[in-house]
Each structure stands twice: as structure tokens, then as C-alpha cells.
């Protein structure tokens, strides 16, 4: 899904539900808190990340240098679906915070991963090499930044040579 100012590109959502606990033992009572969080994780391309020249083209081939795959949105618990499992005794709004934070960073470890990230990639090239052939460009070839975190190469390429690319770049 890409939107009308081209800012960011959809290109995979997963939804993710994680019920997270909190336990605290006390004198007279232990408290206990446990809360089911979902939410839906949306993974795309965030264009105004992309440098001035993402797009780069000559009379037959599209050359798409885009930066890396990345989550959209910090914001994707929908706290309107949250439940609450089972709560005894008295918790502050902090505690709810720790709660939320803890559901969040375990989604996003299990979302995030490798094969996630590749698939999503493997979309975005779907895509954006669907609306450059239909813009009438013959060959439409995308390069993806890693992600900053990432110590390899800089870059994957797809079907790039370095002849075509010092061509394009003339």
C-alpha cells in the first residue's frame, strides 16, 4: 500500500498478541497483574529516509537505491483491545507502563526478525517493481540499505551490475 505522497510504503503487517505479567510478593498478600496486549506491526520503507536520489532512471530501466526495511509505527498496541487477565491488589500507572513496555519489546522480538525483514523486502521489490513497469521501465533494479544495526555490507543488490550502474549514474 503506498500512500498519496509516497512517504511511506505498506509493504507486510502482522498481528501480534502477548500476555505479560507482573508479580509482586508482599508481607500480608502478593499482587499479581497479568494483561494481554495485540496489536498489528507494520513494516515498510520510509521514503524520507531515502536520499535525494532514490530514483534514477534512463529511457529503459528504473534504478531505486531505498533504505531498509524498518516498523512504521512505535505506536502499534491497540490499547483499546488490551485486556486485563487477572488483577489482585493495587498497581500504579507506572507499573501499567512497565507492563505495556515489556509487551511491546517482546512483539517486537518476535516480529522483527530475520525472515520477517527479508519477506518484507522481498515485497517491497514486488511492488516497486510492478509500478515502474507499469510507468513503462523494462527493467526496475532495487537496492536496499541494511539497517544501521547491521555490520555487513551496506547494501543488497538485486540483478545490479556495476557497468549499468556507472551508466546510470552518467
Not at 8 to 26: D, I, K, N, Q, Y
Not at 36 to 46: E, S
Not at 117 to 142: C, D, M, P, R
Amino acid at each position: 500500500e503506498v500512500d498519496t505522497q509516497l512517504r511511506e510504503v505498506r509493504v507486510a503487517s502482522s498481528g501480534a498478541e502477548e500476555m505479560v505479567e507482573l508479580h509482586r510478593t508482599g508481607i500480608l498478600h502478593d499482587d499479581h497483574l497479568v494483561c494481554i496486549y495485540r496489536g498489528t506491526l507494520r513494516l515498510g520503507i520510509n521514503l524520507h529516509h531515502a536520499s535525494a536520489d532514490w530514483f534514477r532512471a534512463d529511457s529503459t530501466t528504473a534504478l531505486l537505491p531505498l533504505p531498509p526495511i524498518e516498523l512504521l509505527d512505535e505506536d502499534f498496541i491497540d490499547e483499546a483491545r488490551t485486556t486485563t487477565f487477572f488483577e489482585e491488589g493495587s498497581w500504579t500507572a507506572a507499573d501499567k507502563q512497565k507492563l505495556y513496555l515489556q509487551a511491546k519489546k517482546a512483539m517486537k522480538q518476535r516480529i522483527l526478525t530475520p525472515e520477517h525483514l527479508q519477506q518484507a523486502q522481498q515485497n517491497a521489490k514486488e511492488q516497486f517493481s510492478k509500478i515502474f513497469t507499469n510507468l513503462g521501465y523494462h527493467e526496475v533494479l532495487i537496492t536496499f540499505a541494511k539497517n544501521p544495526s547491521s555490520d555487513t555490507h551496506n547494501f543488497t543488490m538485486t540483478k545490479l551490475s556495476a557497468s549499468l550502474l556507472s551508466s546510470l549514474s552518467a
